[in-house]
């Protein structure tokens, strides 16, 4: 590993951080509605950044190709968002403010991210909000009509809009309508079934992609005078985790190998409340969503190993144990705080369930107290019993949460109304990604990542709800001011041949690795590599890390890249639609990125959000963040076959006092 001492240019605008946005929008470079007709854009990814970049940008004008690998953008994998999305609206008047939120979520990501990406994301929220609403999405209001908002972890404010449990999927219906709009008007071209397998740089700048027609196995040849990519998180390196099977990091790690550099990539989030693993047999996991702890409580019995069912177990014997470490939130600590508090209460023996490496979460206190003596005094029933006060409460959390419940009794076969729901953390979210600066420009001029795919706002550990935010405030309010930066510049510029050499030559390398992996003939299937990546993952580089384990790891995971291509086993040819291909071109980008995660996290020596070096930790178990030595993105280039180069991004405070993240 070789590191270079320069600084990278995140290029964020001078002045107080409450005005850069708005000089910046006032006075960045603009193309004008002429010149917009001329230039192309490609979007790849059709999430809730791609679908939000794509609509708005073909809204404005500029001619859009936009790919997803799916069969439609609404199997997009943002549709599986549960819980709610952040906004500064403050509807609650519970002290909430655009101020507020910049802070929640600097000091959430343990003061690990960008000032002036993040003050920004605070600032465009309260914009999201109207404009989902005015496309139609049906967030959650009160009698009277008001939105309703909802607490999630890492605040002490309810700032988070939601529908129901399936907020994700309103929103991307949202954006995906937007989207289908601008296709029936031809001013997006839409490509499903559609891999981006490379990146193809002309002189220096994104001018392309190359795909690959997942039905037919054709390679296809795409330019653009800009490439954003909105291909979301690689959580998927560690084989089980709550992101859909296919999501792969594919893309990204093209544009990595192309010279964009990636950063912060052992930034892991772990979620708390997913329903525990229960076989060998699992290819993912299911994330029951962070609002649930909204009403929900978290505990373990008392006394270790014991076998009583949880509801014999009486409250005198329930160790209520986020609430007794950390009273100030109490079940509403962050998702790295809460993750790992559940690990060390299973480890010490306290875990439930037939493997022991779960925890409960009830809803039986407020079930009871809050919602149904609210219900009763509502309808006049004095003194009402408790089967009533169970009744009225019950109807109240279905409308809250009935679907994740009714998902959650349709895997477990348990009924969470009647017994406690068991949870244990899994590999939700990745805070890192590709770089990029002010702009959501990477290191490759013209080549933008938007969304989960870049690094910019989380720091070390995202706060709920954040992510639907970042997203849609990448696509709908972000790029399409910052891609006049760039545009501007090349309104001169033609459209470029796909004939030119650079795309030949991406084509070339291409099919040369699809048809190695074709021939390579060995025994393995690609499943059983990724399967054994992400158990050495997990082991090593998961909830907690050390030393040892990280050194082992990238010896492990080199020999296991070396096996894979000497032994790996592809079915059928390149012709036509042949999904083993696809899996074992993503499980060989899943093994090198899995080996700079690990050198990643070998490198930052100190404890920090979803990033906990057992070496590294304070009073009891609380991560020891190294402010003096750390205090900087990590973004690496790639130099070669298990090579990088360490850049950093020196992160400056200039509007938040650095301090120990305390939420006791």
């Not at 809250?400 to 979210?429: C, S």
């Not at 074992?584 to 070096?613: K, P, Q, T, Y």
Request: hydrophobic share 35%.
């Amino acid at each position: 590993m070789a590191e270079v001492t320069f600084k990278l240019d995140a290029k964020v605008p001078e002045g107080s951080i409450a005005e850069k946005w708005t000089k910046y929008k006032s006075s960045v470079p603009l193309v004008n509605p002429a010149n917009k007709r001329s230039l192309e854009i490609i979007v790849v990814g059709t999430g809730l950044a791609g679908a939000s970049a794509a609509a708005t940008l073909a809204e404005m004008g500029y001619k859009v190709k936009a790919f997803c690998f799916q069969d439609s953008p609404r199997r997009a994998h943002s549709i599986a968002a549960q819980g709610g999305i952040n906004a500064a609206k403050n509807y609650q008047n519970d002290g909430d403010s655009v101020y507020r939120l910049f802070y929640d979520t600097i000091k959430g990501g343990d003061y690990r991210s960008r000032e002036g990406n993040v003050h920004r994301l605070a600032e465009v929220s309260v914009n999201i909000i109207d404009q989902c609403v005015a496309q139609g999405v049906p967030f959650a209001r009160d009698y009277g009509g008001m939105l309703r908002n909802r607490s999630f972890g890492g605040t002490q404010v309810q700032r988070t809009f939601y529908a129901a449990g399936q907020t994700g999927q309103q929103l991307l219906l949202g954006a995906y309508s937007a989207l289908e709009r601008q296709v029936g008007k031809g001013a997006v071209q839409m490509y499903s079934r559609h891999e981006m397998l490379d990146v193809v740089k002309i002189d220096g700048k994104a001018r392309g992609i190359i795909a690959r027609n997942l039905v037919t196995g054709e390679l296809e040849r795409h330019f653009g005078h800009a490439v954003l990519l909105c291909t979301g998180g690689y959580g998927n390196v560690f084989y089980l985790s709550t992101n859909a099977m296919g999501s792969n990091v594919t893309a990204a790690w093209k544009a990595h190998k192309n010279g964009a550099f990636f950063a912060n990539p052992c930034f892991t989030q772990i979620h708390p409340t997913c329903i525990p693993v229960s076989g060998d047999h699992q290819s993912k996991l299911t994330l029951m969503s962070e609002s649930l702890r909204n009403d929900g409580r978290i505990w373990v019995p008392k006394q270790k190993d014991d076998k009583r069912a949880a509801n014999d177990i009486p409250e005198e014997d329930r160790d209520y144990y986020l609430e007794r470490r950390y009273p100030a939130f109490g079940n509403l600590v962050p998702r790295d705080i809460a993750s790992r508090a559940a690990k060390e209460r299973c480890d010490a023996g306290y875990g439930v369930g037939a493997t022991k490496m779960a925890v409960y979460l009830d809803f039986k206190y407020n079930l009871v107290n809050k919602y149904g003596k609210s219900e009763a005094a509502k309808l006049g029933i004095e003194n009402p019993d408790y089967d009533t006060l169970v009744r009225l409460g019950k109807e109240v959390v279905k409308e809250e949460y009935g679907n994740l419940f009714d998902m959650y009794k349709q895997i477990t076969g348990e009924d969470p109304y009647e017994v406690p729901m068991k949870i244990y953390p899994a590999v939700h979210y990745t805070m890192g990604g590709l770089w990029v600066d002010y702009n959501l420009m990477t290191t490759v001029p013209g080549l933008y990542s938007l969304g989960e795919a870049n690094f910019s706002d989380h720091g070390a550990n995202r706060l709920g709800a954040s992510a639907l935010m970042q997203g849609l405030s990448d696509g709908y309010f972000v790029i399409p001011y910052t891609i006049g930066a760039y545009l501007s510049g090349e309104i001169k510029t033609k459209a470029m041949p796909t004939d030119h050499p650079a795309f030949e030559e991406a084509e070339k390398n291409v099919k040369a690795r699809l048809s190695h992996l074709l021939n390579i003939k060995g025994k393995q299937s690609p499943e059983s590599f990724h399967k054994r990546l992400g158990k050495i993952m997990w082991e090593k580089c998961g909830m907690a890390r050390n030393e040892k384990g990280l050194t082992e790891a990238i010896s492990e995971i080199q020999a296991l890249k070396k096996e894979f291509w000497s032994d790996v086993r592809v079915l059928g040819d390149m012709d036509g639609f042949n999904p083993e291909l696809d899996k074992a071109g993503r499980v060989a980008d899943f093994i090198e990125l899995g080996e700079l995660m690990c050198i990643d996290a070998l490198n930052r020596n100190e404890s920090c959000g979803g990033h906990f070096r057992e070496e590294y930790q304070e009073n009891g178990g609380e991560a020891q963040r190294d402010d003096e030595n750390y205090m900087y993105v990590a973004a690496w280039a790639h130099e070669g076959d298990s090579k990088w180069e360490l850049h950093k991004e020196e992160l400056q405070y200039e509007n938040i006092k650095i301090a120990q993240r305390n939420y006791k």
